[in-house]
């Protein structure tokens, strides 16, 4: 009963913003013009792709010496990935770390030693050492180029993973059958699950090469940043709109009305977060489709990306709602609302570099959902599965929840209706 | 018989402001009970408390035996509310507000369906039920207002003004529906500051002004309070200063009060008939032409004036 009230109050919201064409125009038709615009302005329909992203700094710190060590330093230093990473390999690890944290580097990846003989079996003994991982710092200020490293990381990895489980051939067949070189390990999203591949690659706009035709290098599709970054921007819009529809309610009494109704005022506001959510992730569903069928924009990994919508969601439904507890008229959040969108979609949208900014704008940049949706969304463009994203899902419920308990204290405080 | 709704000095202050003070009534079931009282005499404010949308600042009030500040569920579900502002979503139809505002108030499947094609036939909107609430004038707004208080059948239903800014058809049209409803059983507490529609609709009135309940009983009862008193309403001409002339008029004997409102003087006094000719005469002699006068038996209208010396509409 109470759960068909919250969806009722929910899908009424969800019908009446469909029904608001100025909002359609914000939600759907904005973003979605600007991605084309955006797709026009770097060439992305002239038939040549562009990188979005390019010469990405990252220190490699080798302290394996084995093959794999090797296998891996020589992938990130290849041609094929030459346009896409900036490379440095160093021999201390402590100097790799000031690097990231004076920004000089958006990585550092740490290969142990004794990294190989934990994977390969020693070929006298037939043993293998205790296992040892690779290790990945983070630059916490360049979310999508970490992201990218991390995922063509993820992807050798896997690559080496999938020999060891398969157990068909042993992974030093593997390297010495060249099966894991360079260009494979960046073929991005056609990894896992050979059915995948096939569908992926043909309509993956990263374009990926093989062997034999090792000419170019890994392309980021600008759109796949681009639509993302926009689709976010205007998810603000829409968690405003919502944020905002709860003080309309109030003054158009329908608020008072359902409070008047046999229905707690929890389960009111439930219903009405809920139809925040909804709307979000509707409009960020919609966008996804329609930029896939009418731009062949690949998104990813489809288990990875709806749980990344999902989470988006939340994350920016936690603003609209803390906007709508905090403000008190509607034009008051229409207003601080927009601002809010530009504000995150600038700093957290991907839109230009900012790296260049003050270190509290870069911080700042970090509370944004923009930001967190962007570094998941092209790490799945760039192949990654769930598992690669999952920091960025769990910031962004994180987010959605502490400021939903911020703003239900603030609403427990001031009271539902009649502020 | 218990009675549906009993109110216990109930006050509510805003701050400094006292909106509602001490006021205590009961309501039989079955009744129409009207609070009568001009703007700002505190009636929403009242109603908001039955409705446990606002707490009282003191006092109590039993809905169908469940108090509005301790039992507030089982008094929403007792009643039904129909608020003084349109409280409808502009952007959906009819048939889909009262869908949607049926299903808050728990209905569903056969029913549902059942009841909102019943209260659309009572608000007599079935032809119009899929346009948009925001195409409808307001009338047919106040109609699909008032029958989303009506559907889950509820044994109190609140009436906030009900009929304010309406044209003359829709209005005759809601009184009579509430006259029927009343007579299938529903009881009625119905807020207005039209007098003549207490006294159509009433069985008993409470008169409040300034947030305090300051008359409350039948409308003989009432009546009988102001005494064997008549009303003279004299009018003038448009050019005339009515309230130079009733400053004038309260001056003569048999004279109680005299009240101006625009071209109009209200004379109350114990014995019209005799009243007639002074009355005339005295304005004669002021130069002021009297169009004509009007003998007005004792109404709301005029307990009201006696109690607070204002009219009724300001
Ligand atoms: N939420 C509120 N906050 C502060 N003051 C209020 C609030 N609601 C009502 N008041 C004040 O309380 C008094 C009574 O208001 P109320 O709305 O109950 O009158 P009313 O009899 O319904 O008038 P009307 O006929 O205009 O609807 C008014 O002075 C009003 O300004
Ligand atoms: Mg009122």
């Known amino acids: 009963m109470a759960m068909r009230k919250l969806l009722l109050i929910a899908l009424k919201d969800l019908r009446l913003i469909f029904r608001d064409r100025s909002a359609l125009i914000l939600m759907l038709a904005a973003p979605f013009i600007l991605t084309i615009g955006m797709g026009a302005v770097t060439g992305r329909f002239s038939g040549r792709t562009s990188s979005g992203i390019s010469e990405i700094p990252v220190t490699i710190v080798n302290q394996d010496n084995g093959q794999l060590g090797n296998a891996l330093v020589e992938m990130f230093t290849s041609a094929d990935l030459a346009d896409l990473v900036e490379p440095v390999v160093l021999s201390d690890l402590d100097a790799a770390k000031i690097l990231v944290d004076e920004d000089k580097s958006a990585a550092v990846i740490f290969i142990p030693e004794g990294f190989s003989t934990s994977i390969i079996p020693d070929p006298v003994t037939g043993r293998i050492s205790d296992q040892i991982e690779i290790e990945f710092y983070s630059n916490p200020v360049r979310p999508t180029s970490t992201g990218i490293l991390k995922t063509i990381l993820d992807q050798f990895i896997n690559q080496v993973e999938i020999a060891r489980i398969s157990g068909e051939v042993t992974v030093s067949q593997l390297l010495e059958n060249g099966l894991i070189n360079p260009s494979q390990a960046a073929a991005v999203g056609a990894a896992v699950g050979q059915e995948m591949s096939d569908v992926s690659i043909a309509r993956s706009s990263i374009t990926t090469n093989n062997i034999t035709d090792s000419g170019e290098a890994v392309e980021f599709d600008i759109l796949s940043y681009m639509a993302p970054g926009m689709a976010l921007m205007f998810l603000m819009f829409t968690v405003a709109y919502g944020g905002r529809s709860l003080i309309v309610e109030n003054r158009q009494s329908t608020l008072p009305r359902m409070l008047v109704s046999p229905t707690s005022s929890t389960l009111i506001l439930g219903g009405k977060v809920f139809g925040i959510f909804l709307t979000a992730v509707a409009q960020l569903l919609i966008l996804i489709g329609g930029t896939s069928l009418l731009f062949r924009l690949y998104w990813g990994d489809l288990l990875g990306m709806i749980v990344l919508v999902l989470a988006a969601a939340i994350g920016a439904t936690g603003w609209g709602v803390l906007l709508a507890a905090v403000l008190k008229s509607p034009g008051q959040v229409a207003t601080v609302g927009s601002a809010v969108m530009l504000i995150f979609g600038l700093l957290g949208g991907g839109f230009f570099d900012l790296s260049n900014l003050p270190k509290w704008v870069q911080f700042f940049s970090r509370i944004t959902p923009n930001a967190w949706g962007l570094d998941g969304f092209s790490t799945l463009a760039l192949g990654g599965t769930l598992k690669n994203i999952l920091t960025p899902v769990a910031v962004l419920t994180g987010m959605g929840i502490v400021l939903f308990a911020i703003s239900a204290l603030w609403i427990t405080r001031h009271g539902l209706s009649r502020k | ?314």
Not at chain 2, 83 to 90: G, R, S, V, W
Not at chain 2, 91 to 106: K, V
């Open chain 2, 1 to 314: 018989m218990p009675p549906i709704l009993e109110v216990q000095n109930l006050v509510k202050k805003f701050g400094d402001l006292t909106a509602v003070k001490e006021i205590s009534f009961d309501i039989k079931e079955g009744e129409i009970f009207s609070l009568l009282g001009p703007n700002g005499a505190g009636k929403t404010t009242t109603i908001s408390m039955l409705s446990t949308l606002f707490i009282p600042t003191s006092g109590d009030a039993l809905v169908c035996g469940h108090s509005v500040t301790r039992e507030p569920m089982q008094v929403k579900r007792s009643i039904g509310v129909v608020p003084q502002e349109i409280a409808l979503y502009e952007d959906l139809t009819a048939l889909e507000n009262l869908r949607f505002w049926g299903q808050m108030y728990g209905l569903s499947g056969k029913s549902l369906n059942q009841r909102v094609d019943e209260v659309l036939e009572l608000i007599g909107l079935r032809d119009k039920a899929r346009q948009r609430i925001k195409t409808y004038s307001g009338g047919m707004k106040r109609r699909v207002n008032i029958g989303v208080g009506l559907l889950h059948q509820p044994r109190l239903l609140f009436m906030d003004e009900p009929t304010v800014g309406i044209d003359p058809q829709s209005r005759r049209a809601i009184l009579d529906s509430v006259k029927e409803l009343n007579h299938h059983g529903m009881s009625v507490l119905y807020t207005t500051h039209y007098m003549e529609e207490a006294q159509e609709l009433s069985d008993r009135v409470g008169i409040i002004d300034h947030g305090e309940l300051i008359a409350l009983g039948t409308q003989t009862e009432l009546t009988r309070q102001v005494g064997e008193t008549d009303t003279l309403i004299l009018h003038i001409g448009e050019n005339e200063d009515p309230q130079h002339l009733a400053d004038e008029l309260s001056k003569l004997k048999g004279v109680m009060k005299a009240e101006p409102t625009d071209h109009e003087i209200a004379l109350v006094t114990s014995s019209a008939e005799e009243l007639i000719a002074p009355v005339v005469t005295r304005a004669d002699q002021l130069g002021i032409k009297v169009q004509t006068i009007d003998i007005r038996e004792p109404n709301l209208e005029a307990v009201f004036l006696h109690l607070t010396g204002r009219a009724l509409r300001d």
